[in-house]
């Protein structure tokens, strides 16, 4: 017996049809095709599903989707808007911050949520707020960087001026052509 | 143009990684996508006395439900693909689904495929099983002694072989010796806990009798060879893809009855299938590494020369043989028993031995982190007995630098190695005196603080195809690349190997951008489809650069022959008076003219003016097999700080310094070695895969198996000496592994200088604070010369 739901996703409202059983992750991946957020686990322990609702990190796998009726959902597809990389999404691959990647937008969302949160963390508070997400690559340490590193240019940026931050824009994935001549 | 061979340059792979743009198996999707689940036994032995899918084949949403039973003739066990020699190797058949007898907890039992991926799981609800348990056990130890529950009915003892390692005369040596150590030593199991689950996609052509199957694989073309085998289906018309994969580890190198089973229902019901495992099927389905129990000794003069190493070793197979499962505790343990030691007489006994476990294949390191961990733990232990300082006592019996290539009493020939720099280097970082001061005024405020170290040399980039197979893989070790150059001189290079996050996409091309004196983002790197890429072997074993990275500069170094031909003939000059720099041929003298490298890559595509005798277009491929594996090694050292009262570790700093050749890009190289010490560092403090007495799994999901977390682990303090390798052209060596194999040496070694004063030698891992606290409770309980009663009167 399918319901329907209404949900905010990446800013456009979407409406699907769901058992009433299903989590909000099997529907952004299964139902919205936003397959950048990840199951890593079936107990709540990895993080590899956090999105943003309503601006706080959520686990995906804890929701029901019919819970999330009504709520403004973020996934790391909505994070770099018009091309342009959130400064946590610069930061990480600045920083080495990730090398198989699946866990990597769970540990941006959270991210996200720790600097709305406190703009200037430690290092200790970075990893402390890192306790619901797993990584098996990196042991961590440049991930830990990374935030830091994203922290410090998100200060910068509200500090110098209102607009939005200039992130590097995404890098094609194959270079200009050379020119060619004969 | 500076050369990027050295540089630190940004990962490549990674803008569709932080977007959300990458895809891992489970999300790809097919038109008609229908869903799998497997049921798994719930037993660790258990006979299979009925077994009634009737139900869940009426269940809504069910299109097919298979047993053992309806699979025993369609498809050829699953294969074992290291058939060690000279060791009497029993390898019992291993169905794709159990029919008769379960073996461990996980074996799969009957297959449900379903319009939904609910529909599939909840089918498996009314499917009835009737088990008669039977008796069980998953000590590899005790499983080997007569009496013990019995697993394949013609594998006695469940011994599957016995393999001896020997060279010198080791009995001679300790029947001589002045000094002599030994120790028990248990390596506990572990579940190598990708972040991506297993997942595989199979989607059948009935008209062209093709299939595709995308899978979590680090070796496609090993998936596909032996799907085909599995199938009975012409290689050819097996397409493999690893698409993204996230982590391996070694888990994913096996391939798995799962993967199979679905291909063969996508084939029986002409609709793609798609299974993925949840985590807690991950930790009973996906295989587990290390299970050794271990008796090891070690013996020399008082001086502090090593003379012989010993050991009994007991591993842990689980239920069955697994891909490479007998390959790990024999060829890439024993054969490394001497490490960066000369020591003459080495003897070691390997016995396989089934268990009602998961079964047990490689994992970060596989064997190099066992052996490594017994070698420095006798180290450790014959520096106490000589009273030789345990520094003092590496620096005696390192191979000295100028014996190399050297071959070792195992038999295996180094390539090259300067162990005392690395040593030196990671003392230097330490300030070992200040540190001794700090540990002893805090003995005196009941603090206790302990300083470890462990050296290694591992064996890595596998290797001659040759001695794959001598030593019984069932596959060669050489690996491949093909760079193709467009019109426009961007370039594609497709891969025999499939990185899953160790960065190949921007060190591949970092080596072609040099070659071809291009940018880097005009180099795109291509793995994981056995339809566009050459035959190769995978990633694993630290094999990728050295073996794969090789194929692609000999094969850039092919193309860039040709292209120079080709600009000698358009720029009416000799070859031999060309040069090539800053991206341009032109004659030496001459620069100002010259043919650009995309300018040569446009004749050669269209082909309108070229040599006589000169094919069109600009490609090549390479087929790179080494003349020797590589040995890298290193020093790590680890302070830390123990709390005798409730046995809980801080760990102060953890040092490394590795010497894995040059860098490619040191940035991913420091990459590596972080992520593989915390890895060795879970294996040391915390990790551990649990069974009860009756081989139920205890550990079965992320709540029970503890992975590290950020809060728990260290920054890392990396350094490097270089010694080139030289048996590459790149002079590499691996370094996926390193920071992994000495690791948990290095942190027992540091907790054991904590707690001497309370005579404590050695305590299995992983240290958890209530086993510190027992050791310590067992050792007496107080210090040393400290105030009270001493060892005796506690207890």
Redesign the interface.
């Known amino acids: 017996m399918k319901r329907s739901v209404t949900l905010t996703i990446n800013g456009a409202a979407r409406t699907v049809e769901v ?1 009433p ?2 989590l909000l992750v ?1 529907v952004l ?2 139902d919205l ?11 709540s ?2 993080g ?1 599903c956090t999105v943003l609702m309503d601006g706080r990190a959520t686990k995906s796998c804890t929701v029901l989707a019919l819970q999330a009726e009504g709520h403004a959902i973020t ?3 909505g ?2 808007a018009a091309n342009q ?1 959130h400064p946590l ?1 610069t930061a ?3 920083k ?1 911050g ?8 769970g540990f ?1 969302m959270t991210a996200v949520d720790l600097l709305e949160a406190n703009p200037d963390p430690t290092d200790e508070q ?3 707020a ?2 619901g ?12 960087a990374a935030i830091r590193a994203a922290a410090d240019a998100l200060r910068q940026t509200r500090a110098s001026a209102p607009a939005r931050p200039s992130p590097a824009l ?13 | 143009m500076a050369t990027l061979f050295g540089s630190g340059i940004k990962r490549r792979e990674d803008p569709r990684l932080i977007t959300g743009a990458a895809t891992y198996t489970d999300d790809v999707k097919l038109p008609g996508l229908t869903y799998a689940a497997i049921l798994r036994s719930p037993y660790a032995h258990a006979t299979i006395t009925r077994l009634d899918v009737a139900a869940a084949r009426r269940a809504p949403g069910v299109l097919a439900v298979y047993t053992g039973a309806d699979l025993k003739e369609r498809l050829v066990p699953v294969p074992c693909a290291w058939n060690v020699p000279n060791c009497d190797l029993k390898v019992p058949p291993h169905p794709q689904l159990a029919y008769e007898r379960v073996r461990y907890v996980g074996d799969g039992v009957a297959l449900v495929v379903a319009e939904t991926r609910a529909a599939a799981r909840d089918a498996l609800d009314l499917i009835d099983v009737e088990y008669e348990p039977l008796p069980a056990g998953v000590d590899p130890e005790k499983m080997a002694k007569p009496g013990a529950p019995t697993l394949h009915a013609d594998v006695p003892n469940n011994i599957a072989f016995t393999w001896i390692v020997a060279g010198g005369d080791a009995e001679r040596a300790f029947a001589e010796a002045e000094v002599r150590v030994k120790q028990r030593i248990v390596q506990q199991r572990l579940a190598p806990t990708a972040m991506e689950p297993r997942a595989a996609v199979a989607s059948y052509n009935r008209g062209t009798g093709q299939l595709t199957l995308w899978a979590t694989s680090q070796n496609p073309h090993i998936h596909r060879f032996l799907c085909s085998v599995m199938l009975q289906l012409p290689e050819h018309r097996v397409r493999v893809i690893a698409p993204e994969v996230g982590g391996g580890f070694g888990s994913k190198i096996p391939v798995y009855a799962d993967e199979v089973l679905v291909a063969l229902a996508a084939m029986d019901l002409g609709r793609p299938v798609k299974w993925t495992e949840d985590r807690s099927e991950n930790y009973k389905a996906t295989i587990h590494g290390r299970d050794h129990v271990e008796y090891v000794e070690m013996c020399g003069t008082r001086a502090g020369k090593i003379t012989g190493l010993r050991t009994t070793v007991y591993a842990g197979l689980g239920a069955y043989a697994s891909t490479v499962g007998p390959g790990i505790p024999t060829i890439l343990h024993g054969l490394i028993y001497s490490g960066p030691y000369a020591i003459p007489n080495i003897h070691g006994t390997v016995y396989g031995v089934y268990t009602n476990g998961t079964p047990v294949d490689a994992y970060r390191g596989a064997g190099r982190p066992e052996a490594t961990y017994l070698l420095e733990r006798l180290m450790d232990l014959y520096a106490l007995e000589s009273g030789v300082d345990r520094i003092e006592l590496r620096r005696r019996n390192f191979i000295p630098a100028d014996k190399f290539p050297y071959t070792v009493a195992t038999g295996i020939t180094y390539d090259s190695g300067n162990y005392e720099p690395a040593l030196d280097k990671a003392l230097a970082m330490l300030d070992l005196g200040a540190f001794r001061a700090e540990q002893e005024k805090a003995r005196t405020q009941g603090r206790y603080l302990g300083m470890g170290l462990a050296s290694y040399v591992e064996i890595c980039g596998s290797g001659p195809s040759q001695v794959a197979g001598a030593v019984g893989l069932g596959g060669g070790q050489y690996d491949s690349a093909l760079v193709r150059v467009y019109p426009t001189g961007v370039v594609r290079v497709y891969i025999g190997g499939k990185p899953h996050g160790q960065g190949e996409e921007t060190t591949f091309a970092q080596i072609v951008a040099d070659e071809f004196g291009c940018p880097v983002e005009n180099v795109e790197i291509v793995a994981g489809d056995t339809e566009t890429t050459p035959q190769g072997w995978g990633t694993y074993g630290s094999r990728t650069t050295p073996v794969c990275g090789s194929a692609v500069k000999v094969a850039a170094q092919r193309v860039k022959e040709k292209a120079k031909k080709i600009a000698a003939h358009l720029l009416e000059a000799n070859e031999a008076d060309l040069e090539f720099k800053d991206g341009k041929f032109s004659v030496r003298g001459s620069p100002g003219e010259g043919k650009s490298f995309a300018e040569v890559a446009l004749m050669a595509n269209v082909a309108w003016n070229l040599p006589p005798g000169v094919e069109p277009g600009l490609e090549a491929s390479a087929f790179f097999d080494p003349s020797n594996f590589v040995f890298p090694f290193g020093t790590h050292i680890c302070t830390v700080e123990v709390n005798p009262d409730t046995g809980e570790i801080k760990v102060l700093r953890y040092l490394c310094v590795d010497d894995c050749g040059p860098h490619i890009n040191p940035m991913i190289v420091q990459g590596q070695l972080q992520g593989g010490v915390i890895q060795g560092l879970g294996e040391a403090l915390q990790e551990i895969v649990v069974y009860d007495d009756d081989g139920q799994l205890l550990s079965g999901t992320m709540m029970d198996y503890a992975v590290p977390k950020a809060s728990q682990v260290p920054s890392i303090e990396t350094a490097h000496t270089v010694t080139p390798s030289p048996v590459n052209p790149l002079g590499v060596k691996g370094t996926g592994e390193a920071g992994t194999i000495p690791a948990a040496a290095t942190l027992v070694s540091a907790v054991c200088d904590a707690l001497a004063p309370f005579g404590i030698r050695h305590i299995d891992k992983p240290l958890t604070p209530a086993r510190v606290w027992a050791a310590i409770q067992a050792a007496g309980g107080t210090p040393n010369g400290a105030s009270g009663n001493g060892k005796e009167a506690a207890r």
């Open positions: 058992e059983r299903a099997h991946r299964d095709n936003l397959t950048g957020t990840h199951i890593g686990c079936d107990t322990q990895c590899a996934t790391i597809e994070l770099a990389l999404q990480f691959w600045e080495h990730l090398q198989c990647g699946f866990c990597t937008p941006i970075i990893r402390h890192l306790e997400n797993y990584c098996r690559c990196t042991g961590y340490q440049n991930i830990v995404i890098a094609p994935s194959v270079g200009q052509p050379a020119a060619a001549g004969v």
